[in-house]
């Protein structure tokens, strides 16, 4: 199949730092090029690929030139695939609603995949106006607030079997890795790490708006030794600082659509421990691949609990449910079903 995939210009695909979206991306394309499709990639133009890159922006937004209005970008970015469109049997798009009144007048199949939060006010009254745009989940959970969309499939992230080595080892401390917002619980992972006796090593960005929160109600806990904030890490970096955690610390307070770092520390046979939200109870098997837990007390039980899990098995249970190619192929089977719709009977 002739493939286009819809990238954000947040950041590059795969992303330099932080990025989750434009990570499962990057995976998804390389993916669908090995499986022998043509797949054109419009991104940002410091992005790499197997497939073939459209530059739609010089450089991702957030680590390119200051004050650059990203609606600017965007508004290229769906010039950029109206005008190409017609040379592709199916548009994929991970750029949410902004390119649905372009897509739906080409003529061209298409499927969007939302990768956000989609209980926020307005958005049911978008849907209805599309009521024949084909929509992926990333998890059941994600969907709720949006019963009404044409939803085709739930497909769960994966990455690369072979990207992290696992360590079977018990690791040495706890590890929280993420955006430092509240809604990811950071907070509560302090809290856990103090009453285990644990230390907890962060590897997260501080974004703009958060910076007051991080002064404020982060900073002055973080001593350098017992509560020590690495920053953001790159994808060489993170194999070595999951892979050397007794677990991942996950207590977040908001429906996170997937987490995918959960998915990342099984890769390195890291257990999770992460609170009951969102899309936690379709990626934890609790017992299994960690705890699900319902408060930071639950949580410092959990960590004591820690010994009962077998990190073998965590990796097991990732290359079974969560490996890249498992995505694409779901990817693909759903494809070949959006388009054979488009046709119509035969």
Known sequence: MRIAQLAPLAESVPPKLYGGTERVIAWLVDELVELGHDVTLFASGDSNTKGKLHPVWPRALRLGR???????????LIEAIAEHAAGFDLVHSHVDWLPLPVLS?????????????????????????????????ISDNQRQPLPDANWIATIPHGLPKDLFRPSYEGGSY????????????????????????????????IPRAETTYFKKKLEPDMDGERIQLVGEVDESRKQPFLAGAAALLFPINWPEPFGLVMIEAMACGTPVIAYRSGSVPEVVEDGVTGFIVDNAEEAVRAVNDLRRLDRRVVRTRFEERFTSIRMAKDYESRYREVVARARGPS
């Not at 200051?66 to 508004?75: E, F, L, T």
């Not at 939060?117 to 958005?123: N, V």
């Open 105 to 137: 007048r080409t003529g061209v199949p298409y499927l969007t995949t939302m990768h956000g939060r989609l209980d926020l006010p307005g958005l049911a009254e978008v849907v209805g106006a599309f009521p024949n745009a084909a929509f992926a989940s």
């Open 174 to 205: 706890l590890a929280f890795l993420g955006r430092l917002t509240a809604e990811k619980g950071p907070e509560d992972a302090m809290r856990i790490a103090r009453a285990t006796g644990m230390p907890l090593r962060i590897a997260a960005k």
């Open 66 to 76: 200051r004050g650059v209005d990203p609606n600017a970008a965007c508004a290229l």
